[in-house]
């Protein structure tokens, strides 16, 4: 079913020629009586979905959504490998599901560097390699087919514009406010983007102090840790900054241990990335102030390039999803009974 492959891996810039060139895998057999089928075994689209880890709830969610989507019954062989959070664990799973053969190799890469030979040893295999969720920066982009997730450096400028505008309400637009930022795991682009997203609006606003940045890994345990040593080494934060809502959930906890109150009533204001049901469940708690999207549910998504490619259809290279951002001046109970994630 692969070796169709190499050419369909151009169809990104090649669409047309490939029209005649190949003859897409079918996942589905025409039945008997002219309904559609899923097909026999044999047939099955084999995806080997490189996965992060388990770090937090949106981790969780996407793995979820990619398990629901790549299912026998749709027509596929899932290979799910959950690499704890290490690059080295990725550029194994990945030599695995070279040698096992497979349809498609799907990656969440831990951090953005670091790629170019296992890519390599796909693209010799005829393997299309699709990202998800995070980037990889490669010196030579047909080492990948397509890119599927969320613009990390805009949710960091949306965050940083909405504390200005939620200060500005609160009369402190020209306050020295001192913040603190719990960072991802260093080099995701999550972190890098989010980072820089937030640093580029920051130069617009000289009285916002960024007094420290330390990584909590995107984990609930670690950011309550680096919150904890923030709290012993400054004694007046107003801000933290969480990129992902499980840090922000450790954080809180950490401000609540130390004696400190946080959310809209209190001393220090915490925001955070994802927006997950948990993350609703403390801006109505009144304990984090609000919280920006990043959309996990990829499976979908990457089954669609997946069916274009099968399809010898052009896929757009890079593909951003949209994201929106919640905070407690919302109705929040209504946008909680809606949410997926
Ligand atoms: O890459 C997306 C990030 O990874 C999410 O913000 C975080 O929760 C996850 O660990």
Not at 185 to 211: C, F, Y
């Amino acid at each position: 079913m692969k070796k169709k492959f190499l050419a369909a891996a151009m169809a990104v810039v090649m669409a047309a020629s490939l029209a005649a060139c190949g003859s897409g895998s079918s996942k589905e057999t025409p039945a008997a009586d002219g309904k559609e089928t899923p097909a026999a075994d044999g047939d099955l689209i084999t995806v080997g979905y490189a996965q992060v880890g388990a770090e937090s709830d949106w981790r969780t969610a996407n793995t979820e959504s990619f398990k629901t989507t790549f299912t026998e019954e749709n027509g596929y062989k899932l290979i799910f490998d959950d690499a704890q959070q290490k690059q080295e664990n990725q550029i194994k799973a990945i030599r695995s599901f070279v040698q096992q053969d497979v349809d498609y190799i799907v990656v969440a890469p831990v951090v953005e560097t670091g790629w170019e030979t296992v890519l390599e040893e796909a693209k010799e295999a005829g393997i299309p390699v699709i990202l998800s969720d995070r980037m990889m920066q490669v010196s030579d982009d047909s080492l990948y087919t397509a890119w599927v997730g969320g613009n990390f450096e805009k949710e960091g400028e949306t965050c940083a514009n909405w504390l200005a505008d939620y200060l500005d309400k609160q009369g402190r637009a020209d306050e020295e406010i001192n913040m603190v930022t719990i960072q991802g795991t260093i080099g995701a682009s999550a972190q890098v983007g989010r980072t820089q997203g937030v640093e580029n609006v920051l130069k617009d606003h000289p009285n916002w102090k960024m007094l420290d940045k330390q990584t909590g890994e995107f984990t609930q345990t670690k950011g309550q840790e680096v919150m904890e040593s923030f709290l012993k080494s400054y004694d007046d934060i107003d801000v933290v900054i969480c990129e992902n809502d499980n840090e922000a959930f450790g954080a809180i906890d950490a401000i609540k241990a130390a004696g400190k109150t946080c959310g809209p009533e209190g001393d220090i204001i915490v925001v955070s990335f994802d927006s997950v049901k948990a993350a609703f469940e403390s801006m109505m708690a009144g304990d984090l102030n609000a919280t920006f999207e990043c959309n996990p549910l990829h499976g979908p998504r990457v089954e669609e390039i997946i069916q274009k490619l099968e399809a010898n259809e052009e896929v757009d290279k890079i593909q951003y999803v949209d994201e929106a951002f919640f905070d407690t001046s919302m109705d929040l109970e209504s946008i909680l009974k809606e949410r997926l994630y």
